[in-house]
């Protein structure tokens, strides 16, 4: 999911001699060797990123532990193991190392495969430094010249050109002042490590193997590797208690010590080589069966993958095709000495501080590198060797259905690319349009479910929480509207011609509904410039505006025509001439007159409504509605007030309380 995507290549193949070409020896060393040595080096520095915990490593490089799905595969570790040999031949019976990855499965290698072709396989990895005092011959050359000997079984010839030996590994042992004139005028000192071992087919070491081992370390259920340090003169500044590196001996060689008085001597190490004893176990399994029925027997690597023979099951050919699980010897004989941590604070051949337990640290490191090249190795058959000389004589291409599905099934983390399940993309749409189509009917259900008294929920106070509900509640509180739709409806309509609330912001910090029958006062103050005094406020609401331009009704139409007359020449002579208006004899007359032009344009627009029997007058300030019916002006008048006539003419109408 995510950036995981999966690898097309037409590359796709396993590192296999291609029989239709005559290949020799020369061109595996000079094509093969090569790549897998580049190859290592890859995986070691990832593994040194991405492995590691060490402080001494950059933490840095973390961020870039791809392109496998998983940045690294577990493994648990036991550093006070028991001796993997005879415990007369491991110098602690205690405190070794074992590492058991447990039961990995096809999927941590990033291989998407079906059931039926999935597996699963396990390593135990252990290691313990070996004693050497009774497995150790110094024996001269010459004179001047003399070799150390270890004896830890029987050396196999390496090719006709070569014999057996009786002995394991042999290291010629330098005089102190070769040591000296290797430090000032050599080359400068390095690590060297020397790998010996024997891959167990059946219950012996089989044709590949360069040793046959001595019965303290001879092992029928797993491979035996045996790893030589030598120190090469190496100086370490401090002594060095750890067992394959121990240094303990003072040479003359001093140093100085940077801000501090006097000097300081170099250790040697203890003897020129030593070593540490490595099993290697393997399981491969079957992952639809528990490990007790669907695993194989702990054996060497030879019986994980059968033996050297191709298999034709289609899970053993996935595994088979899918796995290429490096052995400690592949790794110590690509890497050599690179593949020490130590050397990450080794310096012209003066070695830094060490911790005592730098062998345990340097084995796990092996064991990381181990790991990762499996990682790496099942990207590389899915896209190929990248060397066209291997591609073309080592390179076996798929022959069979499972096989090419196996190449078409190599995931990969990728920013370039996004991926995305296509069936959790259809649940999540059709869940989605269901949640919304049950949103939508729920109410029209619950509603059908009431009315047929099949619940006894009521809908009531559900529907009465809508907006358009709640309008309807804020208007009928005023009394304005005669509603429909009131119950089980989401939208409640009033009949024709009703009044509704007006929104007032006369309060700005305030706003209301506000009821348009009731008055909207507004204040008046007048202020004669001739006098010092004022005269009180009058207040008259345009309802009462519009009163003073009422007439009684009339009887007939005549009558009706001469009210509308006589009503304009009352209006005109109130408002006077907007010069009047603004003279200083008629200043009191401006607060009225917007209340009176609008009564006026709405008393004409109104008065064609008058009947001859029964006369309505409705006339609408966005605030104010009148019915007359048949009554007289004079009646109409006392109703809300009494009039009175001012200084200037002009009628006014006072506001009862």
Request: hydrophobic content about 30%; some cysteine.
């Amino acid at each position: 999911m995510g950036n995981q995507v999966l690898i097309s290549s037409p590359n796709c193949g396993i590192l296999l001699s291609n029989s239709s070409i005559p290949l020799t020896a020369t061109q595996y060393d000079e094509v093969v060797i090569p790549w897998g040595a580049k190859q290592m080096a890859w995986t070691a520095n990832y593994a040194l990123r991405c492995y590691s915990n060490s402080s001494e490593v950059d933490a840095a490089g973390k961020g870039s532990c791809t392109p496998f799905v998983k940045n690294k595969l577990p493994s648990q570790i036991d550093r006070n193991s028991s001796c993997p040999f005879q415990d007369r031949i491991c110098r602690n019976k205690y405190g070794n190392i074992r590492i058991d990855t447990g039961y990995l499965d096809s999927q941590d290698l990033g291989l998407n495969l079906p059931v039926e072709l999935q597996f699963r396989f396990r390593k135990i990895f252990q290691c313990a430094p070996l004693k050497s005092n009774d497995h150790v011959k110094v024996v001269y050359h010459s004179p001047d010249r003399q070799y150390r000997r270890y004896y830890y079984g029987t050396g196999i010839a390496d090719g006709p050109n070569e014999t057996s030996t009786d002995y394991t590994y042999q290291i010629e042992q330098e005089s102190a002042q070769e040591l000296a004139y290797q430090r000032f005028l050599g080359p400068d000192a390095d690590y060297r490590v020397t790998v010996r071992f024997c891959t167990i087919s059946g219950k012996t070491c089989d044709e590949y193997s360069d040793f046959i081992p001595i019965k303290e370390i001879a092992r029928t259920d797993g491979d035996v590797t045996l790893v030589f340090l030598s120190k090469n003169g190496i100086r370490y500044i401090d002594r060095t208690d750890d067992e394959w590196y121990a240094a303990h001996r003072t040479t003359n060689d001093t140093y100085d010590v940077f801000g501090a008085p006097g000097q300081e001597h170099y250790y040697l190490a203890d003897e020129p080589a030593s070593v540490l004893g490595c099993t290697e176990q393997y399981q491969r399994c079957d992952p639809t069966l528990p490990p007790e029925r669907g695993c194989s027997i702990l054996d060497g690597s030879d019986a994980l993958f059968f033996n050297n023979r191709i298999p034709t099951a289609g899970r053993d050919i996935a595994l088979f095709w899918g796995l290429s699980l490096a052995s400690l010897c592949n790794v110590l004989l690509n890497l050599g000495s690179s593949s020490l941590t130590a050397k990450l604070s080794l310096s012209q051949g003066v070695q830094g501080p060490l911790p005592t337990d730098q062998w345990q640290r340097e084995v796990e490191n092996w064991h990381s590198i181990i790991l990762a090249s499996s990682q790496n190795d099942a990207l590389e058959d899915a896209v190929g060797p990248g060397n066209d000389e291997v591609l073309k004589w080592f390179w076996a291409r798929p022959q069979n259905d499972v096989e090419r599905y196996i190449c078409k099934s190599q995931k990969i983390v990728s920013t370039a690319y996004t991926n995305f399940s296509t069936m959790w993309l259809v649940i999540i749409v059709v869940v989605g349009m269901s949640i919304v189509l049950i949103e939508q009917s729920l109410e029209t259900f619950v509603i059908w479910l009431e009315r047929r008294n099949i619940i006894k929920t009521s809908t009531t106070e559900w529907f009465g929480n809508k907006t358009l509900q709640l309008h309807r509640m804020a208007h009928e509180e005023l009394g304005l509207g005669d509603w429909e739709g009131c119950r089980g409806k989401e939208i409640p309509v009033t009949r024709k011609g009703q009044l509704l609330g007006i929104f007032s912001i006369a309060d700005p910090k305030h706003p209301r509904l506000v009821n348009p029958r009731e008055s909207i006062q507004k204040p008046e103050s007048t202020t004669n410039n001739d006098e010092s005094s004022q005269e009180p406020a009058v207040v008259e609401s345009e309802a009462e505006a519009d009163d003073d331009l009422s007439e009684p009704p009339l009887q007939d139409q005549g009558q009706s025509n001469f009210s509308h007359n006589v009503a304009n020449d009352s209006v005109s002579e109130a408002i006077g001439s907007p010069t009047d208006a603004l003279s200083p004899d008629h200043s009191h007359q401006v607060a009225y007159r917007g209340a009176l032009d609008r009564s006026f344009i709405n008393f004409n627009e109104h008065q064609s409504s008058v009947q001859q029997n029964e006369s309505d007058y409705i006339i609408n300030d966005q605030s104010t509605e009148r019915h007359t019916n048949g009554q007289a002006q004079d009646a109409d008048i006392g109703h809300f007030g009494s009039q009175e006539t001012g200084p200037d003419g002009l009628s006014r109408v006072s506001h009862r309380q």
